[in-house]
């Protein structure tokens, strides 16, 4: 099942100078929409093969390396940003790490700081995509100094609020977003608070064949999803596809960056997301704990947090080799030499290590949304290189973190 809210919309303040000098929007903005989590509980399709992935096993297919801070060097911060507040969180982590499908009875579960905006209460279906993104950041870098910040409420003002704190008080390295809302040029409003240039910002695409905000936006890796396959006695163990629910489309509150330009496959003037994507498709799930028991989840809610801790992991190599982070904020005036979409995109996709660093995805189609208009979708099909569906592919993350240390 899925966690959509209808949302109802108030009159917004016109927000002259919205972002100089304050620490929320609340004292200019009162909050008017509401954001859903993008995770999906699997329910099984009895004409697909269901099948559901531990964290050695995802390490594995996406050839996901081991980053550990070296002595005197600066170690990674990433931020998980959630709604509402789950005080279970820490302990059905220790159970999924601690199960002998993952890393063992005798491993110790990572250190995580949580944060909780004042007011916060729970949320069910919020606290099954906080133990996702958590679980799925640790898996992939248990070294990183994890935080959760928890937001007061899904307003999207509280969420910004988070985003905020985040960016600017813990200063965390890299962001992991997953939820989102239907893209409007209303939200141009609030772009200014993705624009923290030490930042990697990741945003899920969404899980409903339209784009969503903020993955739109330039300054936000836009992370879709897929169906990832695994066979290991076939000749060719490793399969995967477009997933046909990953939002994905063009925007409509943001004109299509530069790094976008000159795509042959992008035909509008308007941003196309996803940029990359990863496993997504609820039949072929992940593994979560939840309230101490065990559930497979989908949705671009396991890409983004997947995706992240991978920027944690380059970012860590990169601190490491005396080197600075990396950011997704896209400025053209100059544009950053260690901005990774550009990267991805000029530096690595028109060269020979694309076929190095991403798995090209060149089977499925997917429905998505032209602009906005949701009530007319388009069917888009993968192809060679970059597609609607799936964006640039999925990471060969060992190959794409040795190449983002070059910058």
Known sequence: MSYNIFFKLYNVATPKNLLQNVPTMKTFITPFTYIHPNAINSGLNPNFPPQTFNGSQLLSLYNVPVVKTISGKRQVKIAIIIAFTYPGLLSDLKTYWQNDINFGPNSNPPTVNVYTMPGAKTNSGWAQEECLDLQMVCTVNPNANIWVVEAKSDSITDLLEAVDYASNIIQADVLSMSWGIDDSISYSYYSNYFNNTNVCYCASSGDANIVSWPSVLSNCISVGGTTLLWTPNAQKPRTEFAWNSAGCGYATSVRQPEYQQSIPSILHTNRAIPDVSLVANQNTGVYV??????????????????????????NQQRFNAGKGALTTVYTTNPTPKNNVQQFLYKNIYLTSKY?????????????????????????????????????????????LCADLLTI
Do not use: E, H, R
């Not at 065990?294 to 991978?310: C, D, Q, R």
């Not at 189609?365 to 290189?385: I, K, M």
């Open 355 to 399: 076929a190095n660093d991403f798995n090209d995805i060149t089977i499925g189609s997917d429905q998505g949304s032209v602009a906005g208009n949701s009530a007319n979708l388009t069917t888009y099909s993968t192809n060679s290189g970059f597609d609607l569906p799936t964006g640039l592919g999925s990471p060969n993350s060992s190959n």
């Open 289 to 314: 704990v939840y309230k101490g028991k065990w559930y497979s989840f989908g949705g671009t809610s396991v890409a983004t947090p997947l995706f992240a801790g991978i920027l944690s992991l380059a």
